[in-house]
């Protein structure tokens, strides 16, 4: 009785851990089955998932997604946002979300950031299935949305992802 | 060819304190895309980073969730206010339970 009581309580705890969004350290070591990646969907859906019915505005003057126009292995894409937006504790970019429309699971990564990182600015390398728009969606502290997209010609895929 | 598991953390410039400075971090790692058989993906446990956390003077300012989605040896640029000389230190997490991890120090002016 005794284990199984533990059992239950240590798989309550990692379900807790999981559902928090913050900076600690979650305790659970992700697998990696399908499953437990996100849903092969159109890019539609997981926009659907992610920001529900709130409204998105259009970003073009606040937010800058470098992208090449071209990327002749898209198995590895150099990409940086960078949004224009004081890093306040009372103001400041909550997160940055990278969409590739065409990838069988569009999110990318999704960026949390927090006034000490003084400027919302991420960069890496992303893996493009085909060619398409690639997005950037920018959430404000307030709850507010912003999003930019860039059309990426894609020579050779980044094979299934 | 490096060993899979090293880390570079790599601070450009050299950062006034108060000022915001610029890094990137890069990890040597397979950061296995999913395969398909006759279209299907192959259900298998997948090794990929799946989380990177940035600290800076022993506190967390960002954390980054990614998935199959990024490139092989995953690189990540970032920004990072230098309030005070401290630590910058980079954690990747792997789906296998990896964890990999550099630190180093910003000397601001």
């Known amino acids: 009785m005794r284990a199984r009581a533990l059992t239950r309580r240590s798989l309550l705890k990692t379900a807790a851990a999981g559902a928090a969004s913050t900076l600690l350290p979650r305790r659970v070591a992700a697998q ?3 499953a437990s990646l996100a849903p092969e969907e159109p890019v539609d859906k997981t926009m659907q998932r992610l920001f529900g019915s709130r409204p998105i505005r259009d970003g073009a003057a606040l937010i800058a997604l470098e992208l090449p126009l071209i990327a002749e292995d898209g198995g590895n894409v150099a990409m940086s946002v960078e949004v224009k937006s004081p890093m306040t504790p009372q103001s400041h970019v909550k997160a940055i979300y990278v969409l590739s429309d065409r990838n069988p699971r ?3 990564a999704k960026f949390l950031l927090t006034p000490g990182s003084g400027q919302a600015y991420v960069a890496t390398s992303l893996r493009l299935a085909d060619t398409g728009d690639v997005r950037a969606v920018a959430e404000m502290q307030d709850g507010g949305l912003f999003i930019v997209k860039r059309s990426v010609r894609v020579v050779v895929a980044g094979c299934a992802i | ?6 880390v570079k953390v790599r601070v450009f410039g050299s ?3 108060g000022s915001v400075a610029r890094a990137r971090a890069l990890l ?3 950061n296995e895309r999913v395969e398909r058989k006759g279209g299907k993906p192959v259900d298998r446990n997948y090794r990929f980073v799946n989380r990177v956390v940035v600290s800076y003077a022993g506190r967390d300012i960002a954390e980054f969730d990614t998935s199959t989605s990024i490139g092989e040896n995953p690189s990540f640029g ?6 005070e000389p401290g630590t910058l230190k980079v954690t990747f997490f792997d789906t296998h339970g990896g964890r990999f991890e550099r630190a180093v120090e910003v000397k601001s002016a």
């Open chain 2, 28 to 30: 040597i790692h397979p």
């Open chain 1, 32 to 34: 990696g089955t399908l």
């Open chain 2, 78 to 83: 970032f920004a990072f206010r230098v309030t």
């Open chain 1, 106 to 108: 569009p999110l990318n």
């Open chain 2, 15 to 17: 950062p006034a304190r």
């Open chain 2, 1 to 6: 060819m490096s060993a899979i598991g090293e």
